[in-house]
């Protein structure tokens, strides 16, 4: 009996202190769960927050890789094969990378799903890479959101919104 509650104990412990870690993150983790044309997508990444500080173009500096997110690389899963903007990806969980720019972005899905940030990020693995044209938005996003819509997967922060068109 006293090893069971010993064990008990221990594991009410590990919880807590689990939780505690969690809640300190400045970028607190996040899941994107969505269906799109029939397809299951779930996105994980963490959440960084503007804070006051200018984002885009500043915080996230345009034409440099980043992880889309905080802390790990930004992974998204498909559970059926996709297109992604017309062009054809398997089923599987990558990477998500993206290059912001001013008039432009390439989003990139990446081989490597088990990576931190984009330290190690590695071009050779890159599985696919498209381009899409961001949006201004009116409202202000305070912290990073991907969110997956109707027929898109869609990344706001700031002023701007960037989306991706995903198909069976």
Do not use: C
């Not at 381009?131 to 922060?157: G, M």
Request: hydrophobic fraction near 40%; proline fraction near 4%.
């Amino acid at each position: 009996m006293k090893r069971v509650v010993t064990v008990f104990i221990i594991m009410m412990l590990f919880s807590a202190s689990a939780l505690m870690a969690q809640k300190k993150m400045k970028s607190p983790a996040a899941t994107a769960k969505g269906q799109v044309d029939g397809v299951n997508i779930e996105v994980k990444y963490h959440q960084p927050s503007a804070k006051g500080r200018k984002v885009m173009g500043g915080l996230v500096p345009y034409g440099e890789i980043w992880r889309t997110g905080a802390n790990n690389a930004t992974t998204i899963s498909f559970d059926q094969d996709v297109k992604v903007e017309g062009k054809s990806l398997s089923k599987g969980t990558y990477s998500l990378f993206t290059i912001p720019g001013e008039s432009e972005w390439t989003v990139i899905f990446n081989g490597n799903a088990n990576q931190w940030g984009a330290y190690n990020y590695d071009k050779s693995q890159d599985v696919l890479r498209i381009t899409v044209k961001p949006v201004a938005i009116s409202s202000n996003v305070e912290a990073f959101t991907i969110e997956v819509e109707p027929s898109d997967v869609a990344l706001s922060w700031e002023n701007t919104k960037v989306k991706f068109k995903v198909s069976k």
